[in-house]
């Protein structure tokens, strides 16, 4: 599994340039309760990893290993249930596929070649 990929992107994206995968707003310094902190993590990891299936970084197979394990870890180390973890992804995943969809071809490649200098830059 490329979960070092994955990780090495989430983190990036935490304090990086990428339009699509930062979080959102009430999670930035000066704005974030612990509570948005947490969200903001579960959000930029579903949409990390959706967005590196896209831009071929990683496979399905990967994507699901990696959200079983954090499903599996993360509810208890943030506070929140299962269920609550679930419906938290899942919005932030559909959010970032609607955003995807309205993308031009241009906007995904510039996307997926950032994605993919974070990665080269990484090794």
């Known amino acids: 599994m490329k979960t070092g990929i994955t990780l090495t992107l989430l983190a990036m994206a935490l304090g990086g340039?990428?339009?699509?995968?930062?979080?959102?707003?009430?999670?930035?310094?000066?704005?974030?309760?612990?509570h948005d902190i947490?969200?903001?993590?579960?959000?930029?990891g579903a949409t990390m990893?959706?967005?590196?299936?896209?831009?071929?970084?990683?496979?399905?197979?990967?994507?699901?290993?990696?959200?079983?394990?954090?499903?599996?870890?993360?509810?208890?180390?943030l506070g929140f249930s299962s269920a609550?973890?679930?419906?938290?992804?899942?919005r932030a995943l559909t959010s970032f596929q609607q955003r995807w969809a309205t993308m031009s071809t241009q906007q995904r490649e510039?996307?997926?070649?950032?994605?993919?200098?974070?990665?080269k830059d990484s090794h």
Not at 18 to 29: D, N
Not at 38 to 44: A, F, M, N, P, R
Not at 84 to 90: F, G, N, P, R, V
Not at 110 to 119: K, S, T, V
Request: a negative charge; glycine letters at 4%; proline letters at 6%.
């Open 84 to 90: 609550e973890y679930d419906s938290i992804y899942t």
């Open 38 to 44: 947490k969200l903001s993590l579960i959000e930029t």
């Open 110 to 119: 510039q996307e997926c070649q950032q994605l993919h200098m974070l990665n």
């Open 17 to 34: 340039p990428l339009a699509h995968a930062q979080p959102s707003e009430r999670a930035l310094p000066g704005n974030a309760s612990e």
């Open 49 to 77: 990893s959706e967005q590196t299936l896209k831009c071929g970084l990683v496979s399905e197979k990967d994507v699901q290993a990696t959200r079983a394990l954090h499903r599996k870890s993360m509810p208890g180390h």
